[in-house]
């Protein structure tokens, strides 16, 4: 729920080298490590074949291919223990002597088709540097490297279990997850028909049944209303997740304030302060379900008046929701994202409700890369969905 991770500076900054590969062995990224180990640039190695960008020696090269394609062929990790491939000096036209230890790991896409193989290199120089003094002969420094070499391959190997374990661990929580929330579509879909039969049912019955037996009826429709909340809200929640994305517009927020509130108008008054022309790229409908949501907590907390305020600051959009009420205390406000969460006031202001609102409201707004969150305010909440805009989308 945080901010969105910045997966290209993870990368270059990670200190071991490493380059990713395409299953044809053509280099897509390497990152900055990897550069000052070989002491190239990304213009001299992107686009080209890893057996040839890095000026290796005959060896090195076969070794590299063999592993390679063995990852290709096989889907799993491979690992060279130990390689000698030495790497220009600072001084041009000088090589210093380098030994590495080579990591090989397959990414998969979604339908397990191989995608780009990581390439980690570390560089176990240092740690054959540690040696004891060797003999003018060599006598003892064959032997040490042995015993490094076969402590690596034994490292490597427990390393190649634990990462299958991992993913098949991984791969089993996801398809748990993707059946969880297949069910769930599945569930609350099928929910939707009785309770509106229901409803229909029950409108009827309050029109021509006894005026004694109203007060029971009109319970039984408060709550069956309540239970198609619930379960329209839970059916948002999993369309999220299992339904096709809905096609992106390009969505004027202060129209759609305008649009909405005259379509819907909230029992109580509200006070606009719309920019024009504030246009990001989302779906209209889920945006105009997020407005309905914070104006409907706004609502329930509010003692006199709303205020919706659209503002631009680029590159972001901002649709602010705020209310003259008690105000959310800071200890609160991530909780009140959390799904069926609610505060004492709100359960006893509206018991009906249903929790999901302001988790339903983050969900999009992160699936069209925004946030929604509370806002300091003097008096009141202030709930601020934040979206990019489009002409930065563009």
Known sequence: MGAKLDYAAVFDAIPTPCTVV???????????????????????????????AFASPPGFVEALRTSLEQVTSTGEVDVIPLVRHDVEAERRGELEEHHWNLVHVPV???DRRLS????????????LGAAPDA??????????????ARDLVELSSRLKQAYRQEQQTVSALHEAIEHQQRFLFDATHDLRNPITGLMTELEVALTESDARMHPTLRKLHRDVERLDAIVGDLLALARLYTATPPATDRVDLGRLVVQELEEHPPSGEVITRLDPGVVVRASRVRL????????????????SKIEIVVTADPPSAFLEVIDDGPGIPPADREKVF???????DARAKDPRGSGFGLAIGREIAQAYGGDLYVADHPGGARLVLRLPLAQAQS
């Open 135 to 148: 003999h003018d002969d060599g006598d003892e420094l064959e032997p040490h490297i042995h015993r490094r």
């Open 22 to 52: 395409t299953p044809d062995l053509v280099i897509v990224a390497v990152n900055d490590a990897c550069l000052r180990a070989t002491r190239r640039t990304r213009e001299e190695v992107v686009g080209r074949s890893i057996l040839t």
């Open 116 to 127: 780009w193989i990581m390439c980690w290199a570390e560089d176990i120089t240092p740690l």
């Open 108 to 110: 998969f896409d979604r």
């Open 288 to 303: 105009a379900r997020v407005l309905s949501n914070l104006v409907a907590n706004a609502e329930r907390h509010t003692t």
């Open 338 to 344: 959390h799904r069926m969460y609610r505060r004492a």
